[in-house]
């Protein structure tokens, strides 16, 4: 098979299965998998070509395809004075819908044995954490280093950006603060730092303290995401051992190495 359309099929923006195929063929997909299927068929031709292919020839599902050994016992014997038989256009078209159905198959098969990309296992599993601190019942934020505080409510309305020099100096002044560290390395992962955010959670991990065990889940994850896949898993196995802290999602996320 050309290389360069093996590419072309599997370098869509998302896998196609084939029964989301057959819900879009027969009109019976929701929203989100007509949106999926629609915007593999702009970025592949050769999905739109089969998708279109499918719909002009009246299909509302891909052929099932026997196996090659019994479509092989239905040849007739080699015969040295046969005429080359010409197709007619419908002929034609259901050899062109069948070749489509052996490259989606084959499409659907590569993706499923795939294992799961770094990325996308960091988009499954990871969610961000709210601020969890109060501001505004007086004595849980009287203590509060001023700077924090406001950087606090900066993170709590989704200005990470805007909260990270906050964190910055209220760490300059309180260098032992879990919950600045914390915060601090969540607003770093928001912001795609994620060597950053590293090194701020694993502070807060070896400290035991409040944070330290969803800290080490996130280092998990930004460990994950950063590409380090043994490692996230040497970690994960340990984590799952010792840490209660979204445990269920841990165990989940280490069957999908």
């Known amino acids: 098979m050309n290389k360069n359309i093996l590419n072309d099929l599997l370098n869509t923006r998302g896998p196609i299965s084939e029964k989301e195929l057959n819900a879009y063929l027969d009109g019976s997909a929701p929203e989100g998998v007509r949106h999926n299927v ?3 068929m702009l970025d592949n031709p050769l999905y739109a070509e089969a998708v279109e292919g499918y719909q002009e020839m009246g299909l509302s599902s891909i052929p099932e395809l026997e196996s090659f050994s019994d479509f092989e016992k239905k040849l007739p014997a080699l015969d040295k004075g046969a ?6 256009p419908a002929q034609k078209l259901l050899r062109v819908a069948a070749v489509a159905a052996v490259l989606l198959l084959a499409v659907f098969a590569y993706n499923a044995f795939q294992a799961p990309s770094p990325d996308s296992l960091y988009a499954d599993f990871y969610a961000p954490y709210k601020n969890d601190i109060s501001l505004l019942r007086r004595g849980d934020a009287d203590d509060l280093n001023k700077d924090f505080k406001e950087a606090l409510g900066l993170y ?5 950006t805007e909260a990270m020099p906050g964190f910055e100096k209220a760490l300059s002044a309180e260098p032992q603060n879990d919950a600045a560290h914390f915060f601090t390395g ?3 992962m928001e912001t795609n730092q994620y060597g950053q955010a590293i090194e701020h959670l694993k502070i807060v991990k070896s400290n035991s303290g409040t944070y330290a065990s969803k800290a080490y889940w996130y280092t998990i994850l930004a460990t ?3 590409g380090d896949m043994e490692s996230a898993k040497s970690m994960l ?3 799952i051992e010792k840490v209660g802290y979204k445990k269920a999602d841990a165990k989940k996320l280490m069957e999908q190495f």
């Open 38 to 40: 629609e915007n593999s």
């Open 83 to 88: 005429k080359i038989i010409q197709l007619t």
């Open 186 to 188: 969540m607003a770093c």
């Open 237 to 239: 196995e340990d984590y």
């Open 156 to 160: 709590a309305v989704g200005k990470f």
């Open 224 to 226: 994950l995401k950063s």
